[in-house]
């Protein structure tokens, strides 16, 4: 397992993280395979959205504010209610597929930390899941076993 630090700046912020990812993946060598994100936080989260537009991040942490606002009359007493809310809108895993060592993205796609009771330093943790050769796939050398 690998783990990226991630450090956010605001309160709420949906930072691009999609070439921190593709560093990892060109680094460690991956080729073909699935890319499992998870996000150890109870007050942040992860997003697959467009990337090409920050106005689209904004407009998406605008609507998370008007279905959890800051202050709700949670009774949580930390005061960070919101936080734990849209954390669980967005989602605290992603799994991405990658072939010949590329993100397989849409056009327009990125992939976003979801920051929502920062500033602060994070962890993202990356398991790396063979397919294809990697894994004994098709083209893949018999390893004597069982044949």
Known sequence: ????????????EMQNITAELEALIARKGWR???????????????AVNEAADPSVARDIAAALASLAPREGGYTHAEGNSDAHIKSCL???????????????LGTWQGIFF?????????QLW?????????RGGPGAKPSGKNQ
């Open 1 to 12: 397992m690998e783990t990226l630090n991630v450090r956010t700046d605001r309160r709420v």
């Open 32 to 46: 073909d395979g699935l890319l499992a994100l998870h996000c150890p936080h109870t007050t942040a989260g992860l």
């Open 90 to 104: 967005t989602g605290a895993q992603l799994t991405l597929f990658v072939e010949q060592g590329r993100l397989l």
């Open 114 to 122: 979801c920051e929502f009771d920062g500033p602060r330093s994070r």
């Open 126 to 134: 990356a398991k790396w899941l063979p397919g294809g050769e990697e």
